[in-house]
């Protein structure tokens, strides 16, 4: 009775671990979506088309009492040689400020990496903004409209969405490490790395993530 009770609590409590990584990836879909509507005022779609790897986290709260801090949990694909999207791998962001600040907000937030060298880091479990790999502001819709022109000299470009609305934002200091936990309830395997996730050769992800896919492929 006991063994059948104990079984019953962890099916339970996979069930609702699954619901959560579920529900993460429906809401980076619809940041994702949202971010194609209004052309001229978000993400532009020249740098997505020429991204190595897109992370979105939505729903990030940054928290100010004198000195602040933001923490997200999001998902993140990387492209392959074959220019398709690789396996989510979910991944948290956190970070901290210094200076006078009171209030809690939440915002989306999106980050677009423009070379290899930006997401290497990942693989081993973090990459920390403004130290492995340069962070920038991004440009706005079609404020210009070829990477030539603002030269892509940061290996991420990074936006935040607080009122519908995209705007560059500055995240250096702030670092995306792997969600382990999530990765594991998500794909069913205990100990699965980013790198077995975004392999060529990777088995499918579970049905939830193919709405997220036929996303950023759009």
């Not at 009775?1 to 959560?20: K, Q």
């Given at each position: 009775?006991?063994?059948?009770?104990?079984?019953?609590?962890?099916?339970?409590?996979?069930?609702?671990?699954?619901?959560?990584q579920d529900a993460r990836l429906l809401t980076a879909t619809k940041v994702l979506d949202e971010s194609l509507q209004m052309p001229e005022q978000n993400i532009p779609t020249w740098l997505l088309e020429r991204a190595y790897a897109?992370?979105?986290?939505?729903?990030?709260?940054?928290?100010?009492?004198?000195?602040?801090?933001?923490?997200?949990?999001?998902?993140?694909?990387?492209?392959?040689?074959?220019?398709?999207?690789?396996?989510?791998?979910?991944?948290?962001?956190?970070?901290?400020?210094?200076?006078?600040?009171?209030?809690?907000?939440?915002?989306?937030?999106?980050?677009?990496?423009?070379?290899?060298?930006?997401?290497?880091?990942?693989?081993?479990?973090?990459?920390?903004?403004?130290?492995?790999?340069?962070?920038?502001?991004?440009?706005?819709?079609?404020?210009?409209?070829?990477?030539?022109?603002?030269?892509?000299?940061?290996?991420?470009?990074?936006?935040?969405?607080?009122?519908?609305?995209?705007?560059?934002?500055?995240?250096?200091?702030?670092?995306?490490?792997?969600?382990?936990?999530?990765?594991?309830?998500?794909?069913?395997?205990?100990?699965?790395?980013?790198?077995?996730?975004?392999?060529?050769?990777?088995?499918?992800?579970?049905?939830?993530?193919?709405?997220?896919?036929?996303?950023?492929?759009?």
């Open positions: 009775a006991v063994a059948a009770t104990v079984l019953t609590i962890f099916c339970a409590s996979a069930s609702v671990a699954g619901e959560r897109v992370a979105v986290v939505p729903s990030v709260i940054k928290v100010g009492l004198g000195i602040g801090g933001r923490r997200g949990k999001g998902v993140m694909v990387v492209r392959r040689d074959g220019g398709s999207w690789s396996n989510p791998v979910f991944v948290n962001l956190t970070g901290g400020s210094f200076g006078f600040q009171v209030g809690v907000q939440s915002t989306d937030v999106v980050l677009v990496f423009t070379s290899r060298q930006s997401i290497e880091g990942i693989v081993g479990g973090k990459i920390t903004l403004g130290a492995d790999a340069a962070v920038a502001a991004g440009p706005i819709g079609r404020q210009s409209s070829a990477a030539t022109d603002i030269g892509l000299t940061a290996q991420v470009y990074s936006y935040s969405r607080a009122s519908g609305l995209f705007a560059g934002v500055a995240l250096d200091g702030s670092a995306l490490t792997i969600d382990n936990r999530s990765n594991e309830q998500f794909y069913g395997r205990q100990g699965i790395l980013a790198s077995e996730i975004i392999r060529s050769d990777a088995t499918a992800a579970p049905a939830p993530a193919e709405t997220f896919l036929a996303a950023i492929t759009r």
